[in-house]
């Protein structure tokens, strides 16, 4: 299978507890965004990188979310002092990158996390 | 602010009956407007990339097009399967950045 693979692929934690999730995009692809998606709403745009660089972090949701492209492979998304409206599912997509920045997405089935 | 609305929310089709899903969107830099499809605990699945007011892509049952102002995506004689999500989205340019936006998705339900 080479498509966006994400894991876990479901996360439990209690509040307060930190928790990191993992993204190996489409190896060709250099670009790889996160999302969040919340039930009856359609992918929220949080972060994405071009290779190793993170290019756009305003939307990151607060600064207990961060993001990590570390050579420019796969990617973390981690966030820290987890809160009841944190449960949702976390989106990985990978696309080629180009200048005209219209390169559709391919996206992994993504993690559920709940927070207990 | 940028926007993509999606209408109408829920759709029930019986099979075989066409209709279309609509997606209006306000944004400045457009560049490019896709449609996907998102089965239920799944990732969204790429359809369609429309670049500019005019065009149109079409595969199996499904036929997307694309306005300054709105896209449609037209699904004739759907069957059971077609049933899923259709979500829209705009990418826009920001400050050297590249913005994905997306709607909320129409839920489309085709009976048999």
Known sequence: ????????????????????????????????????????????????????????????????????????????????????GDSAMYLCASSLGSRAGNQPQHFGDGTRLSIL | EDQVTQSPEALRLQEGESSSLNCSYTVSGLRGLFWYRQDPGKGPEFLFTLYSAGEEKEKERLKATLTKKESFLHITAPKPEDSATYLCAVQVSSGGSYIPTFGRGTSLIVHP
């Open chain 1, 1 to 84: 299978d080479t498509g966006v693979s994400q894991d876990p692929r479901h996360k439990i934690t209690k509040r307060g507890q930190n928790v990191t999730f993992r993204c190996d995009p489409i190896s060709e692809h250099n670009r790889l965004y996160w999302y969040r998606q919340t039930l009856g709403q359609g992918p929220e745009f949080l972060t994405y990188f071009q290779n190793e660089a993170q290019l756009e972090k305003s939307r990151l949701l607060s600064d207990r979310f961060s993001a990590e492209r570390p050579k420019g492979s796969f990617s973390t998304l981690e966030i820290q002092r987890t809160e009841q």
